[in-house]
């Protein structure tokens, strides 16, 4: 202990040089940034998993759309799965969010310019050109 003197004479106060023991404190900081680290990274992992679940979305909805626009272009598909492939393509636009898997949500993952309106149009056009060659044939 040191002994300090006030300016103006008071009594000398004590001043205690000890410090108290830091091991409980330590242990409770471990074992919160331990937790908090380990949060950290289940979050980064949680987000990680986000990121490619919303990118294997996207790569569904174009696939999807891809797979049907080839199918509608081949002269080999049949005209009952002719007409059900415009019909997903027809199907009415909505003006809030576009069904999961829909023609329209899967215009809009592909390229949110396309109006689905006039993609309609062309894709019963295509279907027409690609379909009327095998009707006259038959």
């Known amino acids: 202990m040191d002994r300090l003197l006030s300016l103006f004479g008071d009594e000398p ?3 205690s040089t000890r410090t108290r023991p830091a091991a409980p404190v330590a242990k409770t900081q471990t074992r919160h940034d331990a937790q908090r680290q380990d949060a950290q990274r289940r979050y980064a992992d949680w987000r990680g998993d986000v990121e490619t679940l919303a990118a294997a979305w996207e790569e569904l909805h ?7 626009l ?3 272009a081949s ?11 415009l019909a997903w393509l027809e199907a009415p636009v909505t003006t809030g969010p576009p069904a999961v898997l829909s023609a329209q949500a899967c215009l809009a993952i592909y390229d949110g310019r396309i109006d689905p309106l006039e993609f309609q149009r062309a894709a019963r056009r295509l279907s027409q050109r690609v379909a009327a060659p095998r009707r006259a044939a038959a």
């Open 70 to 72: 080839k199918l509608l």
């Open 13 to 15: 106060v004590v001043v």
């Open 75 to 85: 002269v080999h598909t049949e005209r009952a799965e002719r007409e059900d492939i």
């Open 62 to 68: 174009v696939w999807f759309l891809q797979r049907h």
